[in-house]
């Protein structure tokens, strides 16, 4: 379904409007998904989750280390199949009362899914190879990636052109993560503009940089095999922060994003525009609820970490 199956959130003016939002790589804590697998069919679910992507996702999400879940390969299958448990469980009987959903990184196909625009099981298996292809990309080339707080926009960027560094994600709220060479990382660290902090970050690679380019085409081809389907609900892309309405045309920007920035920043402002008052987030939750605190001052925000917080989500979507 496109724009004429749904009302665009501009034009919701009588309603209080819910957005759902859905984490990227780093979210995850060893034994996160324990909580999860306690409510009744959720571990059938997460058993064909694991067959589509070629993982034993229960063994990683209970008693797997922290080594083990920061590969890229585990990681991002693991929270994609984390978002996906969470909705099943928050949406059941209740999509009308969600006024659209956006997702950061890896969150967009968790997104994409939640949409109608891919079958849950090829989300796992989309996202299986997209951390493999970035895993990949990442091992041809030692980089990595730093979170830069506090910086003058344009200060940095003017920085990491002089170190050949890339801004990867623009998460709003005056966090911006670079990326690249290591080198290069630990001399910005070393020298950081003026009144930034610079934060290394526990990642393999230079995720949404020119150094993933390898696995952009391996993905493409797996996207390229798949039913595709419009949108059920508003979904916002990470290229530009703009609603789409075509299915294929989201799938193709959330391939292109693997070796492009993330503008979450331009999400956040979309999600103001369009009068959002209130945010839920989905496990492993947090790291987008907090920026949202920040960017969006006095919007209503909703960490869903663990099953006992669906209650207080759905009691937000039934009074929105």
């Keep these: 379904m496109g724009l004429s199956q749904y009302k665009p959130l501009k034009d919701w003016e009588t309603r209080e409007v819910i957005v759902v939002v859905c984490p990227g790589q780093g979210s995850q804590t060893p034994g996160f998904l324990s909580p999860w697998l306690e409510v009744p ?3 059938e679910r997460l058993e064909r989750y694991s067959e589509a992507a070629g993982l034993d996702l229960a063994a990683h999400g209970t008693t797997s280390d922290a ?4 590969d890229t390969k585990v990681a991002q299958p693991l929270i994609v199949a984390a978002g996906l448990l969470t909705l099943h469980v928050l949406l ?3 999509r009308d009362d969600v006024g659209g959903i956006a997702g950061h990184s890896v969150g967009e196909l968790t997104a994409a899914a939640a949409a109608g625009i891919l079958s849950e099981t090829d989300a796992m298996s989309l996202v299986a190879e997209r951390g493999r292809a970035m895993a990949d990309a990442a091992a041809i080339t030692p980089t990595g990636m730093s979170a830069v707080i506090g910086a003058d926009e344009s200060e940095l960027l003017a920085r990491l052109g002089e170190l050949g560094l890339e801004p990867a ?3 709003g709220a005056g966090q911006i993560v670079v990326a690249g060479a290591l080198d290069a990382l630990e001399a910005l660290g070393a020298e950081p503009p003026a009144g930034a902090r610079v934060i290394p970050l526990q990642v393999a690679g230079a995720f949404h940089t020119r150094y993933m ?3 952009v085409d391996r993905l ?4 390229a095999a ?3 389907s419009d949108p059920t609900l508003p979904i916002w892309t990470n290229h530009s922060g703009r609603e789409v309405s075509g299915g ?3 799938l193709d920007l959330l391939v292109g994003q693997v070796s492009s920035p993330v503008r979450w920043d331009k999400c956040m402002q979309a999600f103001g525009e369009a009068g959002v008052t209130g945010i839920i987030e989905v496990a492993p939750a947090g790291a987008l609820v907090g920026l949202a605190k920040r960017a969006l001052k006095g919007v209503p925000t909703l960490a869903v970490k663990t099953p006992d917080d669906v209650h207080a989500a759905i009691e937000m979507m039934e009074n929105s």
């Design 169 to 171: 994600n623009f998460n």
């Design 213 to 215: 380019e390898p696995a």
């Design 92 to 94: 059941q009987g209740r």
């Design 248 to 250: 294929r045309e989201f």
């Design 67 to 70: 080594d083990t879940i920061r």
């Design 226 to 228: 798949l039913q595709v």
């Design 41 to 43: 069919g959720l571990s």
């Design 220 to 223: 493409r081809s797996a996207a």
